[in-house]
């Protein structure tokens, strides 16, 4: 169904389900046009709040598109978004993340020059309060920065990447900077965590690692999760929901079960590996 | 190689020598040296206060700016039409000349919103093109003087400051500029300090590595920018109001109120150390002493540097220090700072705490 009303229609919508879950997503007939490409048509799906939902698709098929509507860097041609009621396209893409939307990026778009702690710490900027006035007078700055410090040093910990702390990211292997991404977007004390392809270029045993990672941080931070993930043994196994996407609609949504056994997904599959 | 704990004694140690052998040589220089030489370290000051502008806007921020010079010269302009036309002292004339920068520097920061890289250049190269022009033209003859420019603004006497006691005549105010000048670039250090090692000056990196990411980590673009902007060019007058005071004349085509001004702040900057917090003050140092020295060679032929330059009609004073400075920064890609640095860390090394919060203090 159409959700055309914005915040008054989801909370309407809240109101109509029966199982009471609140969808922390709503994303309603988004479509976004890139000249003549349409990289998103139409496309809608929600997310509850607390669960790992995984999207897959072949490539091209607009996923890192639709990630990049939901953190504001991309404006749709058409359709809504609401994170918690709220109309998420009339927040400034540097709003995002003080409403608790984090995530990484399946190219990497870390900050090369800065060491590891550094890049969490700017991971943590929705965190803090000081700025230049009060950098410049002093008030705050130092107990600011320590909090951070040691809160994006436990992040780094966390994901094993602690002994690099000091360690410019620049040249650093590709999979050790995925995890630096999961480190930064968490150190914003996000609600939801968008991870774009987050095993990629791992091995299968690391991989299966990741899985786990996910699955835990997920139980400590509290998080809701959409997985971009080109690995369907790790999607499916720690999803809730699967949304499956080709050339920007939605072709199947269900459990992993319903969706891998979905003759659409299997033909989309089949036809973008022929 | 050494390795130091970070925060050790001995950490502390090294760091207590680094602050003794700078006040050392800052009591030494006023105290012992013939005047005109602290007048070539407080000529030292005046571009480390611009190239530490600068280097806030350009070296931590990435956004390029060769509209410096125009910062400066409103700096110098400011204090001189307060000083002569309204008889204002001069200290207070520092504080002025800063807020009316901020505002001008926050205008120009609009373009810079939009567009980036060369784009950004041509536009800040226009500021600095266009300063001089506008200072020159008849209707604001009335406030700037045109193209003779404003004279004659020096502190009628020099003020008697505590420890220093009376200073008087030529030496006496060579002395007084030099604390004057080393207070405005300890003050000038402390402000870049403060930005660059908080949340905001963080952020300021974020956008010079990566401005979408920086954005999705929360960094409000614009106003970040606009503020860079306007903080710089406010230090940058400071550097202005300086060089009138201590020359005692501002003109359209004074020295650094032109286009070249920029360029000499960005060849501070960069020798030094851009993105560095001494990098501007190496460079400032560097820079006064290369263009003296260059200037003395110049006028005797004889020796090997006149069969190199023998052929040149005027001076080879500017070849020569264009010379050294493409060599220095050919050696030292990352500006003498950087290099310093990476030669430091073979003999010493600062071993960093263990991160996280069971480790901290
Ligand atoms: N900035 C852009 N300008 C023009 N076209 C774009 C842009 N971004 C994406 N596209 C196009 O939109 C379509 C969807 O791309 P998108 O990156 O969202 O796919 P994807 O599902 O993430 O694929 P992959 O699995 O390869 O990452 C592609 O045809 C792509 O070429
Ligand atoms: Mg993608």
């Not at chain 2, 004057?180 to 010079?208: E, H, M, Q």
Request: contains cysteine.
């Amino acid at each position: 169904m159409a959700n055309l009303g914005g915040a008054a229609g989801t909370i309407e919508s809240v109101n109509n389900t029966d199982s009471g879950n609140v969808p922390l997503l709503e994303v309603s007939d988004v479509t976004v046009r890139f000249g003549g490409i349409i990289a998103l048509d139409g496309l809608s799906f929600s997310i509850d709040q607390g669960a790992i939902c995984g999207l897959i698709g072949p490539n091209g098929a607009g996923k890192t598109t639709m990630f990049n509507v939901v953190s504001r860097i991309y404006d749709p041609n058409e359709g809504t978004v609401s994170f918690q009621g709220r109309d998420l396209l009339a927040v400034p893409a540097h709003g995002i993340a003080h409403l608790g939307i984090a995530r990484t990026f399946q190219n990497l778009a870390l900050f090369p020059t800065m060491t590891l702690l550094e890049n969490v710490m700017v991971g943590a900027h929705s965190q803090g309060s000081v700025g230049m006035w009060r950098a410049i007078a002093r008030i705050g700055a130092a107990r600011e920065n320590r909090r951070i410090r040691d809160w994006s040093g436990d992040l780094l910990n966390q994901l094993g990447l602690g002994h690099l702390a000091h360690v410019p990211a620049a040249g650093l292997p590709f999979g050790t900077l995925k995890r630096l991404e999961i480190a930064r977007a968490l150190a914003a004390r996000p609600r939801f965590l968008l991870m774009d392809e987050p095993a990629a270029g791992l091995t299968h045993s690391e991989v299966d690692e990741l899985g786990d990672v996910v699955l835990r941080i997920r139980g400590d931070f509290d998080l809701t999760v959409l997985l971009v993930e080109h690995h369907m043994s790790m999607v499916m196994r720690i999803s809730d929901k699967v949304v499956a996407m080709e050339f920007g609609r939605k072709i199947s949504e269900g459990t992993p079960d319903q969706v891998r056994n979905d003759p659409k997904v299997i033909a989309a599959y089949l036809g973008a590996e022929a | 190689m050494l390795r130091i704990d970070e925060g050790s004694l001995r950490h502390w140690l090294i760091r207590v020598l680094g602050v003794v052998v700078v006040a050392f040589i800052v009591v030494w220089v006023p105290t012992q040296m013939s005047s005109s030489r602290i007048g070539q370290f407080t000529d030292a000051f005046i571009l480390m206060i611009a190239a530490m502008s600068l280097n806030l806007v350009l070296g931590f921020t990435g956004q390029i700016s060769i509209g410096h010079s125009a910062f400066f010269g409103i700096g110098g302009y400011t204090a001189a039409i307060l000083i002569k036309d309204h008889g204002w002292s001069p200290g207070y004339t520092f504080y002025a000349a800063a807020v009316v920068a901020f505002v001008v520097g926050c205008v120009v920061a609009l373009p810079a919103l939009r567009i980036r890289g060369i784009y950004l250049a041509l536009v800040t190269l226009a500021v600095a093109v266009l300063f001089p022009t506008l200072v020159r033209w008849k209707k604001l003859a009335w406030l700037t003087d045109g193209s003779k420019g404003i004279d004659s603004v020096r502190y009628e006497d020099v003020p008697v400051w505590p420890i220093l006691g009376e200073l008087k005549g030529r030496e006496g105010r060579a002395v007084f500029m030099f604390w004057l000048g080393l207070i405005v670039v300890v003050v000038t250090y402390l402000v870049c300090r403060g930005i660059v090692k908080s949340r905001f000056g963080r952020a300021l990196v974020a956008i010079r590595d990566n401005e979408t990411a920086a954005a999705v980590m929360g960094v409000n673009l614009t106003t970040t920018k606009v503020l860079v902007f306007g903080v710089s060019a406010a230090l940058c007058s400071l550097g202005g109001v300086l060089s009138t005071l201590k020359s005692g004349v501002i003109t359209p085509d004074g020295q650094y109120v032109t286009l070249l001004g920029s360029i000499v702040f960005l060849l501070v900057m960069i020798v030094g150390g851009a993105g560095t917090l001494w990098g501007p003050i190496v460079g400032g140092l560097v820079y006064v002493w290369l263009d003296s020295t260059t200037r003395d060679i110049g006028t005797n032929d004889s020796g090997i540097l006149g069969a190199l330059f023998g052929w040149a009609d005027q001076s080879p004073a500017t070849l020569i220090l264009g010379l050294v400075l493409v060599v220095i920064m050919f050696a030292a890609p990352y500006g003498l700072v950087g290099l310093a640095k990476r030669l430091g860390r073979k003999i010493v090394v600062i071993v960093p705490r263990p991160v996280g919060s069971s480790t901290s203090r």
